[in-house]
């Protein structure tokens, strides 16, 4: 499985973005997908995820009621709507695939991770 995550760029304060996941290889419409994100000097954080129906989510605390996590199962791709970014919002933001069904917060519960794209909030 290969994902390819896209939509980052350096935005203002209160801006929104939307980040895309596309997948290639063996499909992950059966498998939970996740974004997580990585500021500098500091550990990779769960950010949200999306069970494989596309129906349940999961939510860190600083995601949750400005990010919004989906799915297009027909596409492979998997989208997380960034809102009301802050400064603090910045880092590389990371897709992934879990082995399981259902939505993960662990990166260990992860086996597919894309590069990555960045996003830089200015204020």
């Known amino acids: 499985v290969q994902l390819q995550a896209c939509g980052g760029g350096l935005v203002q304060a209160g801006d929104s973005l939307r980040l895309s996941c596309e997948t290639s290889?063996?499909?992950?419409?059966?498998?939970?997908m996740g974004w997580f994100r990585k500021a500098p000097g500091q550990e990779r954080d769960f950010v949200a995820s999306v069970d494989w129906k596309g129906a349940g989510t999961l939510y860190s605390a600083f995601a949750k009621g400005r990010f919004i996590i989906s799915r297009d199962k027909s596409l492979d791709t998997v989208y997380l709507q960034l809102n009301s970014l802050g400064p603090e919002d910045t880092a590389v933001y990371y897709c992934?695939?879990?082995?399981?069904?259902?939505?993960?917060?662990?990166?260990?519960?992860?086996?597919?991770w894309g590069q990555g794209t960045e996003v830089t909030v200015s204020s």
């Open positions: 290889g063996r499909t992950v419409r059966n498998n939970a």
């Open positions: 992934a695939a879990s082995r399981y069904g259902t939505p993960r917060a662990k990166t260990s519960d992860y086996d597919y």
